[in-house]
């Protein structure tokens, strides 16, 4: 395989801030998520997940970030394994967290008739996303295997952490931490040198 120039630390800095900024943001929001659906908490419960609302679809963009400039194939894939995933998860918020949320505020009932389909897609969606980890782990050990260790853990043990931790703190929040020092590592490991794929233009 040809070898690339290294990339510039200026070029990377927005790589970074893109992999690594969602999910601090994420992070932030979780140190305030309410543990149960409880009518003291609802309002608080409603906002937040229509802030995160925005934000949690961008957990999917990393690795189609790794895998643009290295497969054309790879990166469609992972494209839309991160189109599940957002798809999936933003239903998740909507019905558990809005809809839960809203119902609770004007003191009705019918939240359990949400959590069902809610945690259903969640589970579609942060089982997609694991899969376009482990394809953008996998890709990237090939270009620089020692360099990808350390991200590549992090990155993994993120992904199994989030198909059952949410952003609930304190799980769901390292969860988030996690993630974002993972997908840093890997963007600065895979710029110290990167190589083409088959397919890679």
Request: proline share 8%; aromatic share 6%; net charge positive.
């Amino acid at each position: 395989m040809t070898v690339l120039p290294v990339t510039h630390p200026r070029s990377v800095l927005p790589l970074v801030v893109l992999v690594a900024l969602p999910a601090l943001v994420l992070a932030g929001i979780g140190t305030v998520h309410p543990r149960d659906l409880v009518a003291a908490d609802a309002v608080l419960w409603r906002n937040i997940h229509v802030a995160a609302l925005f934000v949690f679809p961008l957990l999917g963009v990393p690795p189609w970030l790794l895998l643009r400039g290295r497969s054309r194939p790879l990166a469609a894939v992972a494209a839309i394994l991160g189109y599940v995933y957002a798809a999936g998860y933003t239903a998740l918020d909507v019905l558990a967290g809005i809809g839960a949320g809203n119902l609770k505020v004007d003191g009705l009932g019918g939240q359990p008739s949400l959590y069902h389909p809610a945690a259903v897609l969640a589970r579609v969606a942060t089982v997609a996303l694991l899969l376009a980890v482990l394809l953008a782990v996998a890709v990237v050990a090939v270009d620089r295997p020692a360099l990808s260790v350390p991200g590549s853990v992090l990155v993994l043990a993120a992904a199994v952490s989030f198909l059952t931790s949410h952003i609930y703190p304190p799980r769901g929040v390292v969860t988030m931490v996690v993630f974002a020092i993972g997908w840093t590592l890997l963007v600065l490991g895979a710029a110290a040198g990167r190589s083409r794929l088959p397919g890679a233009h």
